[in-house]
């Protein structure tokens, strides 16, 4: 017991030169308390430079005290500082700006000499590349989208935009993986609550692969990247662009398409006869099905197939998922999930519903997909089952009439999106891309959570699952694959629970 007492009396011995009680100097500046940072310093010359700025008057304290407000340091650059600061337990020094000055010795021995402290000018500060944000906050960005605060709005754009363009060509070109790559790291960034300013704050990132890293070290220093902009002006990657925007038009056809040396929308027309229904309707309504769907005309569409809905099954309910439910004020379709709370009620009413929205000319093309649980039933659980394998599902195409009724009804503007189509239609109309889908009770969490995305969320939710949890998610259960049990859930909530991840609302899934 007593041999303890030395020990920790010379520990304590140690932690000073901090503590100022046994020290006769008295305090002239109480307003400035100094910290002298001893990476790179050594602790006898900090020791000496302790007890040279108290005998000046000067008040010095430890890291962790929150009373500094000039940390003095020699031969580190701010982001150094502001880490050893952290390390050190200060809690103060996460916001240059808000925090104390982080000053280089200069500061110091001016100071010194003047007999007081100097006025901080530019030349004594430490840069800091990243604003809000410590060190160990970058680095605690996690690989997985389903673990990084996305919202809307985000600070890179400029960057995230020239990544998107990148990902997008090699989609273009069949090399899944290369788009995938640039795709996470565009998301990566979506996810930062700061602007990137220099490839330096890159090493804290995770999913930054090397050519990602070329193309924003572009950006960065030329505010363009000479690759991207190769990208955007060739006529490949215009014409695939063109042509994958319409509607049932993938990679294969439009590659096909422009290898037998099409080009053009009038291109196809020609080419008429070889076109599926899906791209017959798309190439139909081209112009509307690319025009963004507004939340209003989301919503009016949720009370038409409410209105349908009722008829066939009262107590049914219709919710906005996909893009809307994260905040998006447009879209490029309306995606709506349809579930009834008595479980089995739900069997059979898609077709219905499709067959009345049909017969009362809502739909201008529409391609239903059965449940397909009973063929799957045999088999085993497969991780590449995809999120509407075994949901009853409706990808249409609605046609949404202009929203006060007829132009015969009163005079009014002519709003963009809605046309005349057709010379002998009285009606304002826009065709609008929906997408139906119905699950049972208790899948419509799974579901929920399936259609919300953003797709990159989703990807990685699903990688999280079966990488970090040995489980299989996907839109309609969770299964655990050790334990070989199906995991039920309530709500979206108790989803994340049983993976073990911080709830995520639908706003901050926009990865
Ligand atoms: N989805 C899917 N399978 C499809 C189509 C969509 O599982 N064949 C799911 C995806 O999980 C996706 C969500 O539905 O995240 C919404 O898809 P989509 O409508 O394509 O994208 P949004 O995020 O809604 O974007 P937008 O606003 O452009 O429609
Ligand atoms: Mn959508
Ligand atoms: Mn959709």
Redesign the pocket.
């Known amino acids: 017991m007593m041999s303890q007492i030395p020990v920790k009396k010379k520990r304590q011995r140690q932690s000073e030169p901090t503590l100022p009680t046994d020290l006769e100097d008295c305090v002239c500046f109480p307003e400035v308390v100094l910290c002298l940072v001893e990476k790179r310093m050594g602790s006898s010359r900090k020791a000496f430079l302790t007890t040279l700025a108290r005998r000046k008057g000067f008040c010095v304290e430890a890291a962790n005290s929150e009373r500094v407000t000039h940390v003095v340091s020699e031969g580190n650059s701010g982001d150094e500082v502001v880490e050893w600061m952290k390390r050190n337990g200060s809690r103060s020094v996460d916001a240059a700006g808000s925090g104390p000055a982080l000053l280089d010795l200069s500061w110091f021995t001016e100071s010194m000499s003047t007999g007081r402290p100097v006025e901080i000018e530019p030349r004594h500060c430490l840069g800091v590349s990243v604003q809000a944000e410590s060190l160990e906050d970058r680095c605690q960005v996690s690989p997985y989208a389903c673990q990084r605060r996305t919202p809307l709005a985000h600070k890179n754009q400029v960057l995230t935009e020239a990544l998107e363009t990148m990902a997008e060509e090699a989609r273009f070109c069949g090399s899944e993986g290369r788009s995938l790559a640039f795709s996470r790291a565009a998301s990566v960034l979506k996810s930062l609550p700061w602007t990137v300013r220099g490839v330096k704050e890159l090493h804290f990132l995770p999913c930054i692969g090397e050519h990602s890293r070329k193309i924003i070290q572009e950006v960065l220093e030329d505010g363009t990247s000479t690759e991207v902009e190769n990208v955007r002006q060739s006529e490949r990657y215009q014409t695939m662009k063109h042509f994958m925007k319409i509607f049932g038009v993938g990679v294969k056809t439009a590659s096909q398409w422009y290898q037998e040396g099409l080009r053009t929308i009038n291109d196809l027309q020609a080419h008429h006869a070889k076109l599926g229904k899906a791209q017959q309707a798309g190439l139909l309504h081209y112009r509307d099905l690319n025009s963004p769907v507004k939340r209003s005309e989301a919503e009016a569409i949720v009370q038409v197939v409410q209105k349908a809905v009722d008829q066939f099954l009262p107590g049914a309910s219709v919710t906005l998922?996909?893009?809307?439910r994260?905040g998006?004020p447009s879209?490029?379709?309306v995606?709506l999930l349809i579930t009834h709370p008595v479980e089995g009620q739900e069997v059979g009413l898609l077709s219905k519903v499709i067959s009345w929205l049909d017969s009362q000319d809502f739909l201008l093309y529409h391609s239903t997909h059965r449940n397909a649980s009973q063929a799957l039933e045999d088999q085993e659980l497969s991780v590449s089952m995809?999120?509407?394998d075994r949901l009853d599902h409706c990808f249409s195409i609605f046609c949404l009439n202009y929203p006060h009724g007829s132009i015969k009804g009163g005079s009014r503007a002519w709003e963009p999106g809605y046309e005349l189509k057709d010379p002998g239609d009285a009606t304002l109309w826009k065709a609008v891309r929906v997408?139906l889908v119905v699950a049972p009770y208790s899948q419509f969490p799974f579901a929920l959570l399936?259609?919300?995305?953003?797709?990159n969320f989703?990807r990685d939710l699903r990688r999280f699952s079966k990488h970090e949890k040995k489980m299989v998610l996907n839109?309609h259960t969770l299964y655990h694959t050790e334990k070989k049990i199906f995991l039920s859930a309530a709500s979206e909530e108790e989803i994340f629970q049983h993976l073990g991840l911080e709830f995520m609302p639908p706003e901050e899934r926009n990865a």
């Open positions: 998922t996909g893009g809307f994260r998006k879209g490029h379709d995606d995809t999120a509407m997408d399936g259609w919300t995305g953003s797709r989703e839109s």
